[in-house]
């Protein structure tokens, strides 16, 4: 089955700088990659999602590539905030809408 | 807010008791999931229903079950409870069987004493 491996699990980073996460996942049958924000305690919540047939996808400070050749896929967040300390997760999506999480990305935002 | 509610937000039992956790999805969603998120883990898919059928399984327990009814809201039924049962589940739901969005509900989380 489908195996999402994410990294780094912990990424500190001052405000203003990017912060970049990365994801590989194993099934070539994969198409539909989400990245989800959550806060202690909370939901997570959709930030941003890609599918295979485009390349990259940018929504204000956050933009995802993807490489299918290279199964993988990232998160660029750019001039970080502290509002944006939080855990992040990618996930692949290998059909009838199973979504296989990654471990996951701790990212802390020092001001 | 995602429009996806749960019930109830807390819950504490102890071992050996049965649970049941319900989840009513988004106004035109068809399909439920639910996931298991441990303690400083990842969220680990249980199980997910379309329009009142199973449509997909992950690493659910026997000693769980769940069912999507007519109305669409889903009930996790958890028994036999153990201690490493505690964790947040959360119900998500999406509009159809494609790849489509899923969208959050806030949670139950369960305690096992």
């Not at chain 1, 909370?42 to 590539?65: F, H």
């Not at chain 2, 790849?99 to 369960?110: A, C, E, H, N, S």
Request: with cysteine.
């Amino acid at each position: 089955g489908e195996n999402v491996e994410q990294h780094p699990s912990t990424l500190s980073v001052q405000e203003g700088d990017s912060a970049v996460i990365k994801c590989t996942y194993s099934d070539s049958a994969s198409n539909y990659f989400p990245w989800y924000k959550q806060e202690l305690g909370k939901r997570p919540q959709l930030i941003i999602d890609i599918r295979s047939n485009v390349g990259e996808k940018k929504d204000q400070r956050i933009a995802v590539t993807l490489n299918k050749t290279a199964k993988h896929f990232s998160l660029h967040i750019t001039e970080t905030q502290p509002e944006d300390s939080a855990v992040y997760f990618c996930a692949a999506s290998p059909g009838f809408q199973k979504l296989v999480f990654g471990t996951g990305t701790r990212l802390l935002v020092s001001p | 807010d995602s429009g996806v509610t749960q019930t109830p937000k807390h819950l504490i039992t102890a071992t050996g008791q049965r649970v049941t956790l319900r989840c009513s999805p988004r106004s035109g969603d068809l399909s439920v999931y639910w996931y298991q998120q441990s303690l400083d883990q990842g969220l680990q898919f249980l199980i997910q229903y379309y329009n009142g059928e199973e449509r997909a399984k992950g690493n659910i327990l026997e000693r769980f079950s769940a069912q999507q009814f007519p109305d669409l809201h889903s009930e996790l039924n958890l028994s036999s409870l153990e201690l490493g049962d505690s964790a947040l589940y959360f119900c998500a739901s999406s509009v159809g069987g494609g790849q489509d969005t899923q969208y959050f509900g806030p949670g139950t989380r369960l305690t096992v004493l």
